[in-house]
């Protein structure tokens, strides 16, 4: 009973919406901005749901004197907004996030996931750094990376150490 009223109160809120449009396309801008009127606005918005991720084309390249390596990898999301906040592995002392500026880089503590959308790491851009390898690494190896995000918890990958030249889509 009540879900009928529900249904019926939507439909005639969607309906002034749509004449709302019609009429200027500015009040629904508006609308939105405000939110909450008549309880109907919030927790259905499109993006506003649980994310949904998987992890796709992670390397390492293999670095020239062991050490510190770089590590790639795209976070795909066909949920809503997430936030990559930590990055750990247990054959590695330290991973952290950075991001490629022209001249130099910078570490950052978070890293957005876009609703619908992925975070990619590139060359040139957003990246790992892992230092303190337990083992140095080789080609053919894997490295176990523990992804840590705000809402969605914690990922495991094992990432393929590469040749240092090599590119996603190559094998
Ligand atoms: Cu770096």
Redesign the pocket.
């Known amino acids: 009973m009540a879900g009928n009223g529900t249904h019926r109160f939507r439909r005639t809120a969607l309906t002034g919406a749509v004449l709302a449009t019609v009429l200027g396309g500015g009040a629904i801008l508006a609308a939105c901005g405000t939110g909450g009127q008549g309880g109907q606005s919030g927790p259905s918005a499109a993006g506003s749901g649980p994310a949904r991720l998987s992890v796709a084309d992670s390397y390492i390249p293999l670095p020239p004197a062991g050490g510190m390596a ?1 590590g790639y990898l795209t976070v795909r999301n066909d949920g809503g907004r997430d936030e990559l906040v930590k990055v750990t592995s247990p054959g590695a002392e330290s991973v952290t996030m ?1 991001r ?1 500026t022209p001249s130099s ?1 910078e570490q950052v503590d978070s890293l957005d996931v876009p609703a619908h959308g992925a975070l990619q790491f590139a060359r040139g851009g957003t ?1 790992l ?1 892992i230092m303190g390898w337990q083992k140095a690494p080789a080609l053919g190896d894997e490295l176990e990376l523990d992804l840590t995000f705000a809402k969605s918890g914690t990922i495991a990958v094992k990432v393929p150490v590469k040749e240092l030249t090599y590119r996603p889509g190559q094998s």
Do not use: L, Q, Y
């Open positions: 770089a950075h490629s880089m990246h750094m």
